[in-house]
């Protein structure tokens, strides 16, 4: 559909009559010198169309990806803060020791619904990070405590206090991780 107000607005190349009088060979040549003038402007008019259809292009693969990013942003916010929650459960299962039955079936619920959401974290993508033994890495783990270690070199976790999640190469929650200082001054 073309738009009558853009088509009105044109210049529209005046094209002179057929004059009796006229020499063959004038026609001619201004015949020729309008088909150039219609030719340039064609020319101008078809770069025209490529600039607006290669920036409508970029525009509409800027938008995709914006798109994307911003669904990508909204899955990790949610995903941060169910990750409290799978902490909770983790804390509860250290504490709990069932000993009668019906404490023990109890217990047998509640790992049911923590696998439950593990699977589910999985499934998305979720994974958690490995990080005791590995160096010191500001973009993965942030550094809680600093303390002496004979047993291992300077800036090597020592002790995860809080784990770490990643989704898909991309941190959900940095590590918290206490990080050795190396062997302590020697008495």
Avoid: W
């Avoid at 006229?22 to 015949?31: E, G, K, V």
């Avoid at 079936?105 to 999985?122: E, I, P």
């Amino acid at each position: 559909s073309v738009n009558p107000e853009i088509v009105a607005e044109a210049p529209v190349p005046e094209v002179e009559t057929c004059d009796s009088d006229s020499d063959p060979a004038d026609r001619m040549q201004q015949l020729e010198q309008q088909l150039q003038t219609l030719r340039s402007e064609h020319e101008t008019l078809q770069a025209q169309y490529m600039r607006i259809a290669a920036d409508f292009d970029n525009f509409r693969k800027r938008q995709s990806r914006d798109q994307d990013d911003l669904k990508l942003q909204l899955i990790c916010n949610t995903l941060s803060e169910i990750l409290p929650v799978v902490d909770n459960f983790e804390r509860a299962r250290q504490q709990l020791d069932p000993q009668t039955e019906e404490a023990q079936g109890l217990h047998r619920s509640y790992q049911g619904l923590y696998k439950q959401l593990v699977d589910v974290l999985k499934q998305l993508g979720v994974a958690p990070m490995r990080v005791v033994g590995q160096e010191f890495d500001p973009t993965l783990h942030e550094a809680v405590l600093r303390e002496p270690s004979d047993e291992h070199p300077e800036d090597v976790v020592i002790e995860e206090l809080q784990r770490g999640y990643h989704l898909d190469g991309r941190v959900l929650r940095h590590a918290m991780v206490k990080v050795s200082m190396g062997p302590g001054p020697q008495q």
